[in-house]
């Protein structure tokens, strides 16, 4: 992806996260009921995000990043997974995922 891109997307997440919009980890996803609009994940998932996204993945867009792309827009390393909870914020994430060609 393009420094471009991932700094749009940082911004992005930058207003979710501080909205409360953004849930980091597939074990606070784990039974997780209320709406959620898009789940990105690091290509280096292990056992646990594997489920989680299969949860998901029929019901919403799920995006597979590169771990460099993923730690860049989340600044943490130790965070494989995270998903949104505003339906505009993951539209424009989606929007610009789509316009680097990176298919959900």
């Known amino acids: 992806m ?4 991932l700094n ?9 996260n501080r909205a409360n919009y953004v849930i980091f980890g597939a074990d606070k996803l784990k039974g997780y009921t209320h709406k959620l609009y898009l789940v990105l ?6 056992k646990t ?9 029929d019901a919403l867009p799920t995006y597979q990043l590169s771990a460099q792309d993923f730690n860049f827009i989340t600044n943490a390393e130790n965070c494989k997974l995270l998903a949104i909870k505003n339906k505009g914020l993951a539209e424009q994430i989606i ?3 789509r316009s680097e060609s990176i298919s959900g």
Do not use: M, Q, W
């Open 2 to 5: 393009t420094n471009n891109s």
């Open 41 to 46: 994940y690091r290509e280096d998932f292990g």
């Open 8 to 16: 749009k997307i940082k911004g992005y997440l930058g207003i979710a």
């Open 95 to 97: 929007k610009i995922l």
């Open 49 to 57: 995000i594997i489920k989680v996204v299969n949860e998901f993945k």
